[in-house]
């Protein structure tokens, strides 16, 4: 049970991770803090403040939340215009928040504005002479973002708004309650301009979100959150744009050159905000900078790069300052960006006129780059090329000073170094051109393109090169997976004992909303099955993610601030400590894993799960990844980073094909997966989408080469939910049956199959009829099985109570049916099986006393994020529900949903469809 008295600490935590990342970017004449005075708040969204976006990784249910208005009245130095705020809460009372009608992917990116009066706002200037004007946007899973009012752009009426107010209020703070960032050219405009003196980006703060931004405005908390994107003069200014979100195939042809990348080597004029960028109330100097190359033991590859800095508050507020490190690498044969984060360290709370002296050491290997083409000398792997190298620092891309290591022109690499020499893994199999620098006399860069590597490697021989060799199945031993665990059998033994049933039934997980777990959750795995569960194996659990738990059943838990803010602060310790609070709540829930974090890159600001997502910048998000894991480790439970690789667009995000050069995939979009990995993550989500053509489920270079065999991963690997998987070999047509090319490419679990459908192959996967001909081998099973039992033999799971099967319920026999004729009759085989009939019902009839696996086939053509459900009842008394969810064709599915104790006799069962669409089929029963 959740109990809000036992998680101060925890909303507390919430409280200053959300505070610490609001991003101040303007604050002419010290207008903010608002310390002492009197203010007058507009715009609706002070009432509706926005915890989240939307999807699966925005549906937490709290106890509590505290919205922009609550937050400021909580503020002791603060008075609130009251007046103004009743006439808002009236309005909003009249104007309820939509929510698009509670659907899937329905909520509005915006809310209707309340329409201001020059009256009201006249009224409130002889309040105060401060306003706080608050524009909200959502955005979420399913749906990309639009450039368009009330999306990227402000509508009419929010203008409006800012026009009269900014008319009245000489000093108007501007408040961005948003998921992501928008379009800021607003701020140009004549009639605001000087009148909007601070503009504060909060984001989305989870439930304590309201109080954290009235910290920073009263404050009580000086800003110190930095941008982790660059904001662009305009959306097309992004070297995405012109290939984001195409429906069928998006080409990545700005390969390395995303986010500040571009910018800082192509299009310093185009940037109105720069990455890193973010102010104080305060001011700080950096004195005393250093850069000292320490020479490692095993050659250049080992050398360390040490910068230190002391950094001074010389204004008039307590405040920290996070600084930056940056490198430049020679342009080589390769191509670079100007800039690239090598480092970052953000100060304690510094006093005014206290000083730190920071320090920031990193491995010259971080300035790698992967060379995919050969160019460079050695062809797909990592090298620092020859030429020299400069160090930056400073607190933005833009404001930084280049030091020098003493006596030295930077640090200098005279022959090209492979620190790591790699195969070709996941290149493109379609060509394009890609983007790369050419430098032009006057210093600045040309745009040139030139054609990506394409693949080379032959993926039928690679896979059949490295098949697995069976372990001799032995039937089962009596062994139990607690006797791994405590060393008295191996691992190889345990798993010679698994059927070959059992093995196709542990590749698939059950959901959502699995009885057999924590209620409401995502899904469940591992001791799906009764077999399984003689063995030992737990059911592990898992939720959304990331910002919070999510049970559907209407559970309460604690909403956590979205990742992109999480990112702002630069300080992985703190965001380490609050992911340690969920940790502890995942584990009292019983959650073995959370569906979190999100960790794609922000490739384009119009990407609906930005928010889910940290940085453009894939050290900063490798960064803060690790303190997420780490932080719930340590809590008590685990975390599985998602989506691997490349969802970076919500358009066509099943289907589409997103094709990456093998350099812009090793060096932004797997960078700081890899990085997670070798920190201690041990589950792994893949991505819906194909990546250069095949589906990442069954992207066996992905999940297999990459993922384990270079990085050394051996935890889990789950697919998205009810993805599509296409041919490991060939890619080509999707479709959702063709399990055997997931676990070919060792993608672990499906996820999910229909409730208690994992042994009865409810989505009639091809995992028998490829054992049957050869084309998938039982080692091949063993191999993600094993996977999986890894990750639940260090999970809470093993400690709980073992789950014990199906429910099971026991009736007696209706001798009134005596008179009836049965619609099915028990059979030689101990079979029941009969037709429904949804209106009255259907009896049946047993010959002896015994126990009955129950066994229910419907279709459901709807969408597959869709639910369904049919009350069951056996002679009048309730049955278990036999729950489903949509199926894109009437094709019929089976799962097994209980198990009845019954007697001789007759019974009548009666299936009642909950929502329309499930269209039930037959129901069987077999004797156990
Ligand atoms: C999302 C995942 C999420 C899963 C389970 C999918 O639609 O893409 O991120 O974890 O649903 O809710």
Request: glycine letters at 10%; hydrophobic letters at 35%.
């Amino acid at each position: 049970m959740y109990k809000v008295e036992e998680k101060q600490s925890f909303f507390d935590k919430c409280r200053e991770v959300a505070a610490e990342g609001a991003v101040l970017l303007k604050n002419e004449d010290h207008l903010l803090p608002l310390d002492g005075g009197k203010v007058s708040v507009f715009g609706r969204i002070q009432i509706d403040y926005y915890r989240s976006g939307t999807g699966s990784g925005g549906a937490v249910h709290v106890a509590r939340k505290i919205n922009l208005i609550d937050g400021l009245r909580a503020q002791e130095n603060l008075e609130v215009n009251e007046e103004l705020a009743a006439v808002y809460e009236a309005w909003v009372k009249e104007n309820p928040f939509d929510d698009g009608g509670g659907g899937w992917a329905a909520e509005p990116w915006f809310q209707k504005e309340m329409p201001l009066t020059e009256e009201i706002v006249r009224k409130a200037r002889a309040f105060s002479d401060k306003a706080v004007v608050v524009i909200g946007r959502t955005a979420g899973e399913d749906v990309d973002n639009i450039n368009a009012p009330g999306g990227y752009l402000l509508t009419e009426e929010e203008k409006r708004m800012l026009r009269l107010v900014t008319a009245e209020y000489e000093n108007t703070v501007l408040l961005l309650n948003v998921a992501n960032i928008i379009d800021m050219n607003f701020l140009k405009d004549p009639a605001y301009l000087g009148h909007i003196k601070s503009v504060l980006y909060v984001w989305q703060g989870g439930q304590e979100g309201g109080l954290a931004a009235a910290d920073v405005i009263s404050g009580r908390v000086t800003p110190s959150g930095k941008l982790t994107d660059t904001i662009a003069i305009d959306l097309a200014d992004y070297p995405s744009d012109a290939n984001f979100a195409d429906p069928e195939k998006s080409f990545y042809k700005e390969d390395i050159y995303v986010g500040y990348r571009y910018f800082e080597t192509f299009a310093k004029d185009r940037v109105l905000y720069p990455f890193g960028y973010g102010m104080s109330y305060t001011d700080f100097a950096l004195q005393k900078m250093r850069c000292e190359i320490r020479k490692g033991d095993e050659g250049a590859a080992s050398d360390v790069i040490r910068i230190t800095v002391k950094v001074a508050n010389t204004g008039a507020y307590k405040g920290k300052e996070t600084l930056q490190v940056y490198y430049s690498a020679p342009q080589g044969t390769l191509g670079q960006p100007v800039l690239q984060l090598a480092a970052f360290a953000k100060t304690e709370l510094l006093s005014p006129g206290e000083s730190a002296d920071l320090e920031l050491e990193f491995p010259v290997s971080r300035m790698a780059s992967f060379d995919d083409s050969g160019v460079a000398g050695y062809r797909n792997a990592w090298v620092l090329e020859a030429g020299r190298y400069g160090f930056y620092v400073g607190t933005s891309v833009r404001s930084v000073t280049e030091v020098l290591p003493e006596g030295q022109e930077g640090y200098t690499v005279n022959e090209t170094i492979c620190l790591e020499q790699l195969s070709e893994a996941c290149a493109p199999e379609l060509a394009f051109d890609r983007l790369r620098p050419v430098r032009k006399e006057d210093g600045t860069f040309e745009k040139t393109w030139s054609p990506v590597p394409l693949r080379t490697t032959d993926l039928y021989r690679e896979i059949q090169e490295a098949m697995p060799e069976e372990i001799p199945m032995t039937g089962d031993k009596g062994y139990k997976l607690m006797d791994v665990r405590e060393g008295r059998v191996s691992m190889d033994a345990f798993l010679g004992q698994l059927s070959r049933g059992d093995l196709v039934t542990i590749v698939r997980g059950e959901g959502m909303c699995s009885a057999k777990v924590t209620p409401g959750t995502a899904s469940c795995f591992g001791g799906v099955s009764d077999s399984l569960l003689e063995k030992g194996i737990p059911v592990g659990c898992c939720s959304d993610g990331p910002s919070g738990i999510r049970q559907d059943n209407g559970e309460k838990a604690t909403q956590m601030p979205i990742g992109t803010l999480l990112a702002c602060t630069w300080n992985p310790q703190l965001v380490t400590e609050l992911y340690e609070e969920e940790g502890k709540e995942l584990f009292e829930k019983k959650i073995d894993t959370l569906l979190g974090p999100g960790m794609n890159i922000h490739r384009h600001p119009l990407n609906g799960r930005n928010f889910e997502y940290f940085s453009e910048d894939p050290y900063l998000t490798g960064i803060f990844a690790c303190a997420c894991v780490s932080g719930i480790q340590k809590g008590g439970s685990d975390a599985t980073i998602k989506h691997l690789a490349c969802n970076n667009q919500e358009l066509a995000r099943r289907t589409g094909d997103f094709i990456v050069s093998g350099r812009a995939l090793r060096e932004i979009y797997l960078k700081a997966f890899e990085m997670a990995v070798k920190n201690g993550a041990n589950s792994v989500m893949t991505a819906y989408n194909m990546l250069n053509g095949h589906h990442a489920c069954a992207n066996y270079e992905l999940t297999t080469k990459i993922l384990r065999d270079e990085w050394g991963y051996t935890g889990q690997v789950m697919s998205d939910w009810f993805t599509y998987i296409n041919d490991v070999y060939e890619g080509g047509e999707e479709n959702v049956t063709d399990t055997a090319s997931m676990v070919r490419a060792q993608n672990d679990l499906y996820m999910c199959v229909n409730n208690d459908g994992a042994e009865t192959n409810a989505w009639n996967d091809n995992l028998d009829e490829y054992l049957d001909s050869g084309r998938l081998t039982i080692a091949e099973l063993q191999r993600c099985a094993r996977n999986i039992l890894g990750f639940l033999l260090h999970s809470p799971c093993m400690n709980r109570e073992i789950y014990q099967g199906s429910p099971i319920y026991s009736y007696e026999p209706d001798a009134s049916l005596a008179a009836e004729a049965p619609a099915a009759v028990e059979n030689a085989g101990g079979v029941i099986r009969f037709t429904v009939n949804e209106n009255d019902g259907n009896v049946f009839e047993v010959l002896e006393d015994g126990m009955f696996h129950v066994i229910g086939a419907a279709s459901f053509r709807a969408l597959r994020t869709a639910q369904s459900a049919a009350v069951v009842t056996v002679n009048g008394e309730d049955a278990p529900m036999f729950t489903m969810s949509g199926e894109m064709t009437d094709q019929v599915f089976s799962h097994k949903f209980a198990r009845f104790r019954l007697k001789k006799g007759r019974y009548r069962m009666c299936c009642k469809v909950t929502k329309i669409g499930l269209k039930f089929d037959y129901i069987e029963m077999r004797r156990i």
